[in-house]
């Protein structure tokens, strides 16, 4: 597979990339958990989202870690956006306060080339039980720095597709193809609009954010042959693919979609999809755990098809809350000892035994999917959700060479900005507010102030 040159941000970018994220921390109040001074002796500082995988394993890490090993873990636990800009803001300084902290598949190469992160080559080899091999090939190859070093292990996985009514369609007379075009869905969308009294026929995210609207619609853009930027970083939100694909999306979001596209996220699509209101919806594979619970309303109801495509053979995103280690930290020895505890086959099992299976943190390993306790728990949707991850191309997503790799993102620093602004934009021609011509050719012109910076590099 052709891998594209990842070529290195310019320096004064990186350092004012960082310098605009450490100011949201410093103005947003407090925050709970370990206190302002760096770990020391028999404790590590852990810096994590407070998703629910994570807050389990706070529960469990006192009983169990540190029962076997004899090492506290000071936890602080943060929502998603504050846990970003605080850990932009300690390991850009290297204050070194934090030992550990979640970062994604985004962030750790970008870490890493800045020489925030500790490299974790050495620890894997020297520690045989971890089993690096059984990590799934496209989580350890988006967790690589330009170096080919390791700088993250993965908590959890993910990568997108369509979840669907079952029974609804099969009232309709329907079948949903197991690798559909995105035309199928939207034809499909169309006839199974209205089914039910207040059922739309899908739900995609319109609300504003680089990680919210813009991850679905970046990899419709990819498999309609566009791309954000060509080889040459020349911008190309102008370009007729790019144009195509989001005139799709949007209309077929308009035209079909949920009531308050424009507004709705991950979170509220799952309320939608949960409570009946939907009948299809494309986002993440971590999703189905939650729709298969035992008390979700449409447990057993529900199907599970590929990421839809147009030109390309897959088009499922990646994506991984992982660990990585701040290269200023006093314990990385520690450090990775909790992580190979935490993302280890071991924690797994014990997640399961006290927590029930659907809970394991799963999309990372392939013993997961070999276990037959696993396997009986998340039937409905485990080996799609596998063959999607294994499926994903994050150096390769569509028809044309990318200068930097991402799926549902470009792994630069400048796009938490660039990706942010632009979804404002297409999330207004959602709301019926401007047209897409419009909201691109204003897109167009923010994604050129960054070619201006990489171009010729």
């Known amino acids: 597979m052709?891998?594209?040159s990842r070529r290195r941000p310019p320096r004064a970018t990186l350092a004012l990339a960082a310098a605009g994220t450490l100011l949201a921390p410093l103005l947003s109040g407090c925050w709970a958990g370990a206190g302002g001074t760096g770990s020391?002796?028999?404790s590590i500082?852990?810096?994590?989202?407070n998703n629910p995988q994570m807050t389990e394993l706070q529960k469990l890490t006192a009983q169990h870690f540190t029962k076997e090993t004899g090492i506290k873990v000071n936890f602080t636990v943060l929502p998603e956006n504050d846990v970003r800009d605080k850990?932009?803001?300690d390991f850009a300084n290297q204050a070194g306060q934090y030992d550990v902290a979640t970062l994604s598949n985004y962030e750790i190469p970008i870490y890493a080339r800045n020489g925030w992160l500790h490299a974790m080559d050495g620890y894997v080899a020297k520690d045989p039980g971890y089993d690096e091999q059984d990590v799934l090939k496209p989580m350890r190859q988006s967790l690589t720095g330009d170096d080919g070093k390791l700088y993250g292990?993965?908590?959890y996985g993910e990568s997108s597709f369509l979840m669907y009514r079952k029974d609804v369609l099969a009232a309709k007379g329907l079948t949903m193809p197991a690798h559909p075009t995105w035309q199928q869905v939207a034809d499909i969308a169309a006839k199974v609009d209205g089914a039910r009294p207040g059922m739309k026929g899908i739900c995609l995210r319109g609300l504003p954010g680089w990680g919210e609207s813009m991850a679905p619609l970046t990899t419709v853009v990819n498999t309609f042959g566009g791309t954000w930027f060509d080889k040459n970083w020349?911008?190309?939100?102008?370009?007729?693919e790019f144009a195509k694909a989001t005139r799709f999306y949007v209309g077929l979001v308009r035209e079909h979609g949920e009531s308050g596209a424009a507004q709705s996220g991950f979170a509220e699509c799952l309320n939608n999809m949960t409570q009946g209101k939907v009948a299809m919806w494309y986002d993440a594979t971590s999703a189905a755990g939650l729709l298969e619970a035992a008390d979700s309303p449409v447990k057993g109801k529900l199907g599970y098809a590929a990421a839809p495509v147009e030109k390309t053979e897959a088009s499922g995103w990646l994506y991984t809350w992982a660990w990585g280690i701040q290269d200023a930290s006093r314990n990385p020895d520690k450090a990775w000892k909790f992580i190979s505890w935490a993302s280890g086959k071991g924690y797994e099992e014990l997640?399961?035994?006290?927590s029930g299976w659907p809970n394991v943190p799963a999309g990372k390993r392939a013993s997961t999917y070999a276990n037959p306790d696993y396997r009986k728990s998340a039937a409905a949707f485990q080996e799609m959700t596998k063959e999607a991850i294994e499926s994903a191309r994050p150096?390769?997503?569509g028809v044309q060479p990318r200068p930097a790799p991402g799926i549902q993102f470009v792994g630069i620093p400048e796009f938490t900005d660039l990706g942010t602004k632009v979804s404002q934009e297409i999330s207004a021609a959602i709301a019926g507010r401007q047209s897409v011509d419009s909201a691109l050719k204003k897109s167009q012109q923010l994604a050129e102030k960054i070619s201006k910076e990489y171009e010729g590099r």
């Open 153 to 155: 292990q993965p908590f």
């Open 40 to 42: 020391g002796g028999d």
């Open 395 to 397: 150096d390769d997503p």
């Open 2 to 4: 052709r891998t594209p």
């Open 234 to 240: 020349k911008a190309r939100l102008d370009s007729p």
């Open 351 to 354: 997640v399961g035994a006290t």
């Open 45 to 49: 500082n852990v810096l994590m989202v």
């Open 87 to 89: 850990i932009s803001q």
